[in-house]
C-alpha cells in the first residue's frame, strides 16, 4: 500500500524515540491514509505552526501544539478520496482511532507528537 500511517501523541520526542512498547495509553488518534496524508502537517510546517524533527518515513516526526491540532482532529478524518492537498487529514474508510477522554484531557497549550509512517 503506498501511503502514511498517522499517530498523534502526548508523549515527548525522547519518550518516544526510546526502547519499549510506545506509551499506547498516551495516543490520541491514528489513521491510515494516501499518498497525499501527510500533506496537512506539512501544511502547518509552513505556516509556522508545526516543527517537523524526523525526515525518514520511519518515522517523519512532528511537534505541534495542542490548540493547533486538536481543532482540526474536531472536525473529523474525513475519508480520503485520492490525492488531497490541504489543511484537514484524510483516511481509509474505517481505519480512524481517535480516543475522545486523552483528547479531552489536553491542555492548549501541550506539545503533541505527530508521527507520519511511510506505509510503501
Given at each position: 500500500m503506498l501511503g502514511w500511517w498517522t499517530v498523534i501523541t502526548t508523549e515527548t520526542l525522547a519518550q518516544r524515540a526510546a526502547p519499549g512498547d510506545g506509551g499506547k495509553e498516551a495516543t490520541l488518534a491514528t489513521w491510515d491514509s494516501g499518498l497525499g496524508g501527510m500533506d496537512w502537517i506539512l501544511e502547518l510546517c509552513k505556516q509556522g505552526k508545526a516543527e517537523q524533527h524526523a525526515f525518514n518515513g520511519y518515522p517523519n516526526r512532528f511537534t505541534v501544539a495542542a490548540s493547533v491540532v486538536l481543532p482540526i482532529l474536531a472536525c473529523g478524518i474525513r475519508e480520503h478520496l485520492g490525492h488531497f492537498n490541504g489543511p484537514e487529514p484524510s483516511a481509509w474508510k474505517g481505519s480512524v482511532t481517535v480516543h475522545q477522554?486523552?483528547?479531552?484531557?489536553?491542555?492548549?497549550?501541550q506539545m503533541l507528537l505527530v508521527e507520519v509512517w511511510d506505509q510503501s
Amino acid at each position: 500500500m503506498l501511503g502514511w500511517w498517522t499517530v498523534i501523541t502526548t508523549e515527548t520526542l525522547a519518550q518516544r524515540a526510546a526502547p519499549g512498547d510506545g506509551g499506547k495509553e498516551a495516543t490520541l488518534a491514528t489513521w491510515d491514509s494516501g499518498l497525499g496524508g501527510m500533506d496537512w502537517i506539512l501544511e502547518l510546517c509552513k505556516q509556522g505552526k508545526a516543527e517537523q524533527h524526523a525526515f525518514n518515513g520511519y518515522p517523519n516526526r512532528f511537534t505541534v501544539a495542542a490548540s493547533v491540532v486538536l481543532p482540526i482532529l474536531a472536525c473529523g478524518i474525513r475519508e480520503h478520496l485520492g490525492h488531497f492537498n490541504g489543511p484537514e487529514p484524510s483516511a481509509w474508510k474505517g481505519s480512524v482511532t481517535v480516543h475522545q477522554e486523552r483528547i479531552a484531557a489536553c491542555t492548549p497549550e501541550q506539545m503533541l507528537l505527530v508521527e507520519v509512517w511511510d506505509q510503501s
